[in-house]
């Protein structure tokens, strides 16, 4: 496939992630926003990891790699954290938007640590 489908595919997994955060921050059903979030998520380690051996670096796994898959634990673990309110909705859309921003910047710049 071409490396344009993987890119898309990731933005659009991206926005799954973020539909089921709004989803689980502003109502009551759980589960529907779970299935967004999961589905995201799901997607968009499938394209993460398409982009990765696309671009022949998957072999290698260079550092910056390694924090965007911890930083993907994160943001999968976040809604845990909003249902047993734990942080309030406004510190995990907060900690969303930020982690989400420096995982795109790893992926856009991809430093060498």
Do not use: C, N
């Not at 550092?63 to 249902?83: N, Q």
Request: glycine residues 10%; positive net charge.
């Amino acid at each position: 496939m071409p490396l344009a489908i993987y890119h898309i595919a990731h933005i659009i997994g991206l926005t799954f992630v973020f539909i089921g955060f709004g989803a689980l921050l502003s109502s009551d059903s759980a589960r529907s926003a779970m299935k967004w979030h999961g589905t995201g998520l799901v997607i968009s380690l499938i394209s993460g990891f398409g982009l990765l051996a696309k671009l022949q670096i998957f072999a290698t796994m260079p550092t910056w790699v390694w924090i965007k898959i911890a930083l993907w634990l994160v943001l999968g673990f976040l809604p845990v954290l909003a249902r047993r309110r734990v942080l309030t909705p406004h510190a995990v859309i907060l900690l969303a938007v930020i982690v989400a921003g420096f995982m795109g910047y790893l992926g856009y710049m991809k430093p060498a640590f």
